[in-house]
């Protein structure tokens, strides 16, 4: 069993980890630490402009009618 040392930032050099891994740390008991790797999901590509426009136009946040049709509801006659 290999010993590590922490440094004055609480950090601990891990042989073998490459740089920007995560690591999950689970203490088992007073004393034990258990770290497993995170893997992170696998990105989902950006959506293209055409699939934004759709996504836009069928947006329930979305008016549905123009500005004019809302002024003449909303407004005294």
């Given at each position: 069993?290999?010993?590590?040392?922490?440094?004055?930032?609480?950090?601990?050099?891990?042989?073998?980890?490459?740089?920007?891994?995560?690591?999950?740390?689970?203490?088992?008991?007073?004393g034990?630490?258990?770290?497993?790797?995170?893997?992170?999901?696998?990105?989902?590509?950006?959506?293209?402009?055409?699939?934004?426009?759709?996504?836009?136009?069928?947006?329930?946040?979305?008016?549905?009618?123009?500005?004019?049709?809302?002024?003449?509801?909303?407004?005294?006659?």
């Amino acid at each position: 069993m290999k010993v590590q040392t922490i440094d004055s930032k609480r950090r601990l050099v891990l042989t073998g980890a490459k740089p920007g891994e995560s690591y999950a740390v689970h203490q088992t008991e007073q004393g034990h630490y258990e770290l497993a790797k995170v893997i992170p999901a696998p990105r989902k590509n950006k959506p293209t402009p055409v699939e934004l426009d759709k996504l836009l136009a069928t947006s329930a946040l979305t008016p549905k009618m123009d500005w004019e049709e809302l002024r003449s509801l909303t407004r005294d006659p």
